[in-house]
């Protein structure tokens, strides 16, 4: 089975890290997700970060 990592998830308007969430550790690109902001107040594409 393949070992799954903790992921933080950052908008890319206002930097606020909202969401965490878990995915394969043996993925080479970074998570993007479109979700919702609760400081922007609307929908934005949010970026896994370290």
Known sequence: MAKKGKV???CEVCLCRNY?????????????????????GKMTLHKETK
């Not at 965490?20 to 922007?40: G, I, Q, Y």
């Open 8 to 10: 933080i998830l950052a």
């Open 20 to 40: 965490v969430t878990h995915r394969s550790k043996n993925s080479a690109k970074r998570l993007e997700l479109r979700k919702f902001c609760p400081r922007c």
